[in-house]
């Protein structure tokens, strides 16, 4: 989605390069803090309800940047929690994927969670490519939102394993 803030941001607010490209820093500002605050709440919580969280504030970050049409303190913090939130899925999706799988199948699990998410991005980019072209900004991260909402469903399916005391795994 990264391609597509830029020209959203000038399209949608009126603002020239220089403004969408600080505008696009802060949202990779709360990428980078997202991911290292989001993770520490889920190692000490119940991460599948702390991504669960990060999936629906996904959702509802994404659909309220359309909402906006001018710079103002609530665009920025929204701005700086889709960061947040939409980086941070990663993490803790490899997570959550590392814990659901017996030690003897990590390798496998890995290689089809990197195979899916590395042949997924560039059609995700290209079908969002042709979604901003063809219907708008607004279309195009809608369809986006409901990606996420599918996800939540996505994660329902996973079963964790159970920790012992000493923090192996257990079953």
């Not at 993770?39 to 919580?45: A, F, I, K």
């Not at 710079?71 to 999706?93: D, K, Q």
Request: net charge neutral; aromatic share 12%; hydrophobic share 50%.
């Amino acid at each position: 989605n990264n391609t597509y803030f830029v020209p959203f941001f000038m399209v949608a607010l009126g603002v020239d390069t220089t403004v969408a490209g600080l505008l696009l820093a802060l949202l990779q500002f709360g990428g980078l803090a997202g991911p290292l605050g989001i993770g520490w709440v889920s190692d000490r919580t119940n991460p599948r309800n702390v991504l669960y969280a990060v999936m629906l504030f996904s959702t509802i970050s994404t659909v309220t940047l359309v909402l906006h049409s001018q710079i103002t303190a609530a665009f920025l913090l929204n701005v700086v929690v889709y960061g947040a939130v939409v980086n941070a899925r990663g993490s803790l999706t490899q997570a959550m994927t590392a814990e659901a799988v017996p030690d003897e199948h990590v390798d496998a699990a890995f290689s089809i969670y990197f195979f899916v998410g590395f042949i997924s991005g560039p059609i995700w980019t290209a079908l969002t490519g042709y979604l901003v072209d063809s219907r708008g900004f607004t279309t195009a991260f809608l369809v986006i939102s409901v990606t996420y909402l599918l996800g939540m469903g996505m994660i329902a399916l996973i079963s964790p394993r159970r920790r012992g005391k000493s923090g192996a795994a257990s079953g």
